[in-house]
């Protein structure tokens, strides 16, 4: 079982441009949560997708968005990047809403320039 | 959302028990204590939850208080490995709700 994996795993772009990154549930999951961690700080959760559809937000803009596959993937959207965007970018998956276990990737790292 | 407030950090020599606090006075009655713990360079991962009751598993023991305003998380017998962020997190058992991780406890654990 490969567990819940991300990519890419370090990503550099500059302000203003637009960013995708992806993120693979462990087997058996069909939920999808997005976090973002600056540095020193504690995860701020972004959003929940649960069958293919937002189920709960954060305190993120509009810039901010997803998808959900019919695979339970899922991938994280950033427009119009700011340099306060430069994170840690975590995906968590878990089996259904419960939140009994959540199993996070090792995260995406965003540098915005 | 319940608000909770952790250490910012402790420290505990190996092999000796750790007691990590977690007040969390807003909780709802609902509210499970989840606790997850971030390695450096890692994501978070799981370490417990509970209601009411102490519960325990091969990780850590979870303390509840009697009014389930505060809970305590032992680690009993703390290895390098241990050295970590540690967040303590008020979830319902249900989804559609916003998790607030905090800024958690860092542990230091000395050689």
């Known amino acids: 079982d490969a567990g819940v994996t991300q990519s890419p795993t370090h990503l550099i772009k500059t302000r203003g441009q637009q960013v995708t990154l992806r993120c693979s549930p462990k087997s058996g999951h069909d939920t999808v949560s997005w976090y973002q961690q600056a540095l020193g700080q504690g995860p701020q959760f972004i959003f929940q997708y649960y069958e293919e559809e937002e189920r709960q937000r954060g305190n993120f803009p509009d810039r901010f968005s997803g998808h959900q596959f019919p695979n339970y993937s899922s991938e994280l959207n950033v427009n119009a990047l700011l340099l306060g965007d430069s994170a840690l970018y975590l995906c968590a998956s878990s089996p259904g809403l419960t939140w009994e276990t959540q199993y996070f990737g090792p995260g995406t790292r965003l540098l915005v320039l | 959302d319940a608000k909770t407030t952790q250490p910012n950090s402790m420290e505990s020599n190996e092999e000796e028990p750790v007691h990590l606090p977690c007040n969390h006075s807003t909780i709802s009655g609902t509210d499970y204590i989840h606790w997850y713990r971030q390695l450096p360079s890692q994501g978070p991962e799981y370490v417990i939850h509970?209601?009411?009751s102490n519960v325990n598993n091969r990780m850590a023991s979870l303390a509840i208080a009697e009014d389930r305003k505060s809970s305590t998380l032992i680690l009993h017998r703390a290895t390098l490995r241990d050295a970590a962020v540690y967040y303590c997190i008020p979830l319902n058992s249900g989804g559609y709700q916003k998790v607030t991780f905090g800024t958690g406890t860092k542990l230091q654990v000395i050689p």
């Open positions: 509970g209601l009411t």
